[in-house]
């Protein structure tokens, strides 16, 4: 997968060039962007194109708005932002597509950078509408995707934009992801450790067995895979346990059992929760207690793994070669249920093998806890990182020149 063309492959100079990319930033309610990461990782590529000569049109989406202008989900914000990085004027197109966008496009100078208003203000693009795609298409010589948070996604931007405009190349952080997670996948030195956790199996439970290699019978490419986080009950109450009032996703149960039956046949290391802090309610002022993994009382629920656990994730977690982490380990943001999320991010920032987080609440946890500059290589893209792992391909990515 990490055989397609990059920017570098390709003339860019006096050209428009279309980049799709990811500045789906969060605002406080000022609508001042409280994490800049995502703008920041997309630098080496539009300085590139602006060393470069290029005509640098920009990408992106913001938020929800389904197919309506919401002012609130302006790109403006990300706009100032990216200025004050770069050192120089960027201007925001009141659309992105049009008589009037494509005026300011064709007006562009060499080095120039516009970014395009919010791409999700019209519901073609989720659709993968082929006009609206052709208009983007239009406004463009050259298109680049550096935006691998969307890359799962088969949108109008990431995917059908590339039916009407060659050359279509990866910018250089689509490249460092591709690579980076495709190394996990074909060549990662051993013992490699993937630790999930998260609340919801269904999105996970592809990972799990593509690691395992029980989906298609091929040897393992995870050495020890640890669950833990909400999706964990579902795992406990496979093996017969009473969970109480825990997170439980029912229709997953005979899966996540064949999946535990499958690695204990082929001899695989799949580590569970032995101790759980368990509490009667979700909150601050929640009453707890530590429980085994087999006894969580019944009026009660699990909402972080506990110390015994901890103790044991923490160790296999130092221990590798090369460990992927995606989804805390409980209700972290609750300072209650967070000892468990910590210990893993506090080990996972120890470890001195390569350490890989995939994106999401996981790269919440450990920015928010202080252990972000520890780590190898933090994905901008949570469920793009997750598709990937699970052997999919990305539309974002197959849509490029190979």
């Known amino acids: 997968m990490s055989t397609r063309k ?22 406080d309610g000022d609508l001042n962007i409280t994490d800049d990461s995502r703008i920041v990782e997309t630098l080496p590529t539009i300085r590139y194109l602006v060393e ?10 913001l938020g929800r708005p389904k197919g309506k202008v919401v002012p ?37 100078q060499p080095g120039d950078v516009l970014l395009l208003e919010n791409l999700r203000f019209h519901a073609e693009e989720e659709k993968n509408d082929p006009a609206f795609a052709q208009q983007l298409a239009s406004l463009a010589e050259v298109y680049v995707n550096d935006a691998f948070g969307a890359a ?30 495709g190394d996990l996948l074909s060549a990662p030195k051993r013992p490699f450790v993937v630790i999930l956790g ?40 496979a093996k017969g346990y009473e969970i109480g009032n825990s997170l439980l996703d029912a229709e997953s149960i ?4 064949q999946v535990m039956a499958d690695a204990a046949a082929k001899g695989l290391n799949l580590l569970l929760p032995t101790d759980i ?19 969580i009382p019944a009026d009660m629920m699990g909402m972080d793994i506990g110390p015994e656990s901890a ?24 300072s209650l249920f967070a000892a468990g999320t910590r210990a893993v991010a506090e080990a996972v920032a120890k470890c001195p093998g390569q350490t890989v987080i995939g994106g999401g609440d996981s790269a919440a946890a450990v920015a928010q806890m202080g252990f972000a500059e520890k780590i190898t290589h933090i994905s901008t893209g949570g469920g793009a990182s997750l598709e990937f792992l699970e052997g999919r391909d990305l539309p974002g990515v197959v849509a490029l020149d190979q």
């Open 72 to 108: 609130a989900m302006s790109l403006a914000p990300a706009t100032k932002r990216l200025g004050e990085l770069l050192g120089k004027d960027v201007q925001l197109a009141p659309d992105c597509v049009g008589d009037e966008v494509k005026a300011l496009c064709d007006a562009l």
């Open 152 to 181: 799962h996604r088969a949108h109008a931007s990431t995917a059908g934009i590339a039916d009407y405009v060659r050359p279509a190349v990866a910018g250089f952080l689509m490249a460092k992801e591709l690579e980076i997670l």
């Open 277 to 295: 802090l368990a509490a009667d309610k979700d909150g601050e002022d929640a009453q707890t207690k530590i429980v085994s993994a087999d006894g």
């Open 52 to 61: 470069q000569n290029a005509k640098i049109i920009l990408a992106a989406h």
């Open 6 to 27: 990059t920017v570098r492959d390709v003339d860019v100079a006096n050209k428009k060039v279309f980049v799709r990319v990811d500045f789906n930033v969060p605002l």
């Open 311 to 334: 103790k044991a994730f923490a160790a296999v977690a130092e221990s590798a070669a090369t460990l992927f982490w995606n989804g805390p380990m409980g209700r972290f943001e609750v």
């Open 254 to 257: 005979g899966t996540v059992g």
């Open 198 to 237: 998260g609340a919801k199996v269904a999105d996970k439970i592809g990972v799990v067995r593509n690691l395992l290699g029980t989906a298609n019978g091929r040897r393992s490419s995870a050495d020890t895979v640890v669950i833990g986080g909400g999706m964990s009950y579902t795992f406990l109450k």
